[in-house]
T-cell receptor, first 115, second 113 residues
Framework: AQSVTQPDIHITVSEGASLELRCNYS??????LFWYVQSPGQGLQLLLK??????LVQGIKGFEAEFKRSQSSFNLRKPSVHWSDAAEYFC?????????????FGTGTRLTIIP | EAGVAQSPRYKIIEKRQSVAFWCNPI?????LYWYQQILGQGPKLLIQ????????DSQLPKDRFSAERLKGVDSTLKIQPAKLEDSAVYLC???????????FGPGTRLTVL
C-alpha cells in the first residue's frame, strides 16, 4: 500500500523568502505525485503533478517540485513567497494517471507567512 | 466551467442523529470520490464511483455510512447514526480520463455534539 510522509507540520517563513516543503512517498510501482493547496474553508486546489518525464515540474502560482526517485521524495519549492501563499499544503501519491486514480494524502504542512 | 458543488457547507448535529451530504460533480466527469478530512489530517478516501458503480469502498464504515450515485451524476453520502468521531470535513471530488486530475468541492464541515 502507498503512503506519504510530510515531516513538517508547520513552517513559518518571511514574505519574500524562499520555501521548501518536504514530501516522501512509499509506493511499489511508478508513482504519480501531486501537490495540493487548501486555504481556510476551501477545497483542495492542484498546484502541480508529476506523471513522467522531466523530474522538475512547474506548477501554478510560481511553485515547482522535483521528483527524486533515489530519495523517494517530491519536495515543493517557491523562490519567493507572498502573504497569499499562507495555507495548508498536501502531498499525495496516486495509483494511476488515467483520471480514476486513488490518492493517498500526507498529513499536510501548514504554512504561515510573516511580514 | 462550473466546479464541484457541495451542500450544505456546514452542519451541526447531535450524536445518534442522521445526516446527508450532496455532491454535484463537474459535468462529464465519470469518476466521483468522497473523502473524509479530520482536523489536522489529510483527506482519506471513503468511496470512489465510476459512473454509478462503486470502484472502491474499502475504507467506508459500512455499518453507519452509505453512499449512492444515481444516474452516474449527483451523489449523496449519509451517516446514520452519527458518532462524535465523525466530526470532519467531507470533501467531494470528480475526475475524468481527459482531465487526469481530481477537482475538489469546497467541502461540508460536520460537527457532531
Amino acid at each position: 500500500a502507498q503512503s506519504v510522509t510530510q515531516p513538517d507540520i508547520h513552517i513559518t517563513v518571511s514574505e519574500g523568502a524562499s520555501l521548501e516543503l518536504r514530501c516522501n512517498y512509499s509506493y511499489g510501482a511508478t508513482p504519480y505525485l501531486f501537490w495540493y493547496v487548501q486555504s481556510p474553508g476551501q477545497g483542495l486546489q492542484l498546484l502541480l503533478k508529476y506523471f513522467s518525464g522531466d523530474t522538475l515540474v512547474q506548477g501554478i502560482k510560481g511553485f515547482e517540485a522535483e521528483f527524486k526517485r533515489s530519495q523517494s521524495s517530491f519536495n515543493l519549492r517557491k523562490p519567493s513567497v507572498h502573504w497569499s501563499d499562507a495555507a495548508e499544503y498536501f502531498c499525495a501519491v496516486g495509483t494511476s494517471n488515467f483520471g480514476n486514480e486513488k490518492l493517498t494524502f500526507g498529513t499536510g504542512t501548514r504554512l504561515t507567512i510573516i511580514p | 466551467e462550473a466546479g464541484v458543488a457541495q451542500s450544505p457547507r456546514y452542519k451541526i448535529i447531535e450524536k445518534r442523529q442522521s445526516v446527508a451530504f450532496w455532491c454535484n460533480p463537474i459535468s462529464g466527469h465519470a469518476t466521483l470520490y468522497w473523502y473524509q478530512q479530520i482536523l489536522g489530517q489529510g483527506p482519506k478516501l471513503l468511496i470512489q464511483f465510476q459512473n454509478n458503480g462503486v470502484v472502491d469502498d474499502s475504507q467506508l464504515p459500512k455499518d453507519r455510512f452509505s453512499a449512492e450515485r444515481l444516474k452516474g451524476v449527483d451523489s449523496t453520502l449519509k451517516i446514520q447514526p452519527a458518532k462524535l468521531e465523525d466530526s470532519a470535513v467531507y470533501l467531494c471530488a470528480s475526475s475524468s480520463a481527459r482531465a487526469r486530475e481530481q477537482f475538489f468541492g469546497p467541502g461540508t464541515r460536520l460537527t457532531v455534539l
